[in-house]
């Protein structure tokens, strides 16, 4: 079996096309994304992730989905209960701590039962973004708080929860994206934050959860750390910042190269990230011609990156044999008494 290429990708629709499926067994992702244009019902998105992995082999790949709860959660009603967002669950901590830490893993591990009965291993979650006032509503209610420690609390009850059924985190958007006052999707948010602020406030929650196996770096510009890049296109900030005082040794990878943050043609975006430190490329949006050119541009995984994989691929498939009624039952009454 080929060497898998540093890259996570999307596909167009509902099936893999024969082009997909040519391309993905030639470039051979270490992974992949699926969005809601990909998702109708749990037989079809069942067969879908299974096609993805029979285009690499067979083996367990990474297949990722943005299911956080609130107004990000890609898979809907009727297959999966709407889910309250990061915010109302931190609403629940600052009632009582120890129901909202509890709200927060409960949730994840439904998380677990309803996503990897259909094949899908990964969540991008927890939200560690530590909003301020004034901030572009891009972060909003997906974070569990204003301040760090909430924040970090949570996300770590998130991440076990998660874990505890067997499937993966991945932090974001690392090192924080609380303080941008632009969209990343939509423009580049540039934070002239002075470091020590950024150390003692945004950073923290990623301080707290650095051993974990997964992260998502944000394309967000901290001019008092690096004015002329993003940190996703920055060596200063993933080498100093990131691996440096944060301490994270995982798996990083890219928010979605398609975010108009970014400058440049995908192949140069991505290019970028793997010079800069980076291990693993997302292209999420399913374009042939923007996978093709992403493709050409980033190498086979090995050294560091290639042992971040393989760590990450080592830790699925724990499960701690909870009862699903029973989880559902205890979430469903804390929301009932928040």
């Not at 079996?1 to 999307?10: C, D, Q």
Request: charge should be negative.
């Amino acid at each position: 079996m080929s060497e898998s290429k540093a890259m996570i990708l999307g596909c167009a629709g509902l099936s893999l096309s024969a082009d997909e499926i040519a391309f993905y067994r030639d470039e051979q992702p270490w992974g992949f994304i699926v969005f809601t244009r990909n998702l109708s019902e749990p037989a079809q998105i069942s067969d879908l992730v299974a096609a993805m992995r029979d285009t690499v082999g067979g083996r367990n790949a990474p297949v990722l989905i943005d299911q956080e709860g609130g107004r990000v959660q890609r898979i809907r009603e009727p297959m999966i209960p709407r889910y309250p967002s990061g915010a109302d669950l931190g609403d629940i901590y600052r009632q009582d701590r120890d129901k909202g830490l509890r709200a927060a893993w409960l949730m994840s591990r439904l998380h677990a039962f309803d996503l990897l009965r259909l094949g899908i291993n990964v969540d991008c979650l927890p939200v560690l973004d530590v909003p301020i006032e004034g901030a572009s509503n891009v972060i909003g209610s997906r974070a569990y708080g204003n301040d760090p420690v909430t924040v970090g609390e949570m996300g770590e009850a998130a991440a076990n929860g998660l874990k505890a059924g067997g499937m993966l985190p991945v932090m974001k958007h690392i090192p924080g994206h609380g303080r941008g006052m632009a969209d990343s999707h939509v423009e580049l948010p540039i934070v002239p934050t002075p470091r020590a602020d950024l150390e003692a406030h945004d950073f923290a929650p990623f301080k707290r959860l650095n051993k974990e196996l997964m992260a998502m770096v944000g394309h967000v510009v901290y001019s008092d750390i690096d004015p002329d890049f993003p940190a996703t296109a920055s060596k200063t900030v993933m080498s100093d910042v990131i691996r440096g005082s944060i301490g994270f040794e995982g798996l990083l990878m890219t928010d979605d190269l398609s975010m108009n943050a970014l400058k440049g043609s995908m192949g140069e975006r991505a290019k970028a990230f793997i010079a800069a430190g980076g291990d693993i490329v997302l292209h999420c949006h399913g374009i042939m011609d923007e996978m093709k050119d992403v493709a050409a541009h980033v190498p086979v995984l090995s050294g560091r990156a290639l042992a971040r994989a393989r760590a990450v691929e080592a830790a699925f498939g724990f499960d701690d044999g909870a009862d699903e009624a029973a989880i559902r039952a205890e979430f469903n009454s804390l929301l009932a008494v928040a």
